[in-house]
């Protein structure tokens, strides 16, 4: 089991950035590929962002690509997810997810998940 715990959401204008966080305890948080959601109000959620156990490998999705930045800290167990250029758009809620195996744009495979963060872009 790998117990995920979302941290650092919040209000933002948009424009202006924020850096989520999650913290991982249970099994080896360095074996998983750790993944980034979001879940909009009557929309499905989507993978945003994704990282390989070593941080060589990410997946992006196109709209984040150039203002959102995933990375780990294995050894404090923690993936963070920098946004920065925040739009409207962007309101969600944010979840993290931990996965075996590769890094890419398939959302379906992750087994573990956080709690969720809620970010919200002002105009």
């Known amino acids: 089991q790998v117990q995920l715990v979302e941290s650092g959401g919040g209000l933002v204008q948009a424009g202006g950035s924020l850096r989520l966080s999650c913290a991982a305890s249970?099994?080896?948080?360095?074996?998983?590929?750790m993944g980034w959601f979001r879940q909009a109000p009557n929309k499905e959620r989507e993978l945003v962002a994704a990282i390989s156990w070593s941080g060589r490998s990410t997946y992006y999705t196109d709209s984040v690509k150039g203002r959102f930045t995933i990375g780990r800290d294995n050894a404090k167990n923690t993936v963070y997810l920098q946004m920065n250029s925040l739009k409207r758009e962007d309101t969600a809620v944010y979840y993290c997810?931990?996965?075996?195996?590769?890094?890419?744009?398939?959302?379906?495979?992750?087994?573990?998940w956080g709690q969720g963060t809620q970010v919200t872009v002002s105009s």
């Open positions: 997810a931990a996965k075996k195996g590769l890094v890419n744009g398939e959302s379906s495979e992750y087994e573990y």
């Open positions: 249970g099994r080896a948080f360095s074996n998983y590929v």
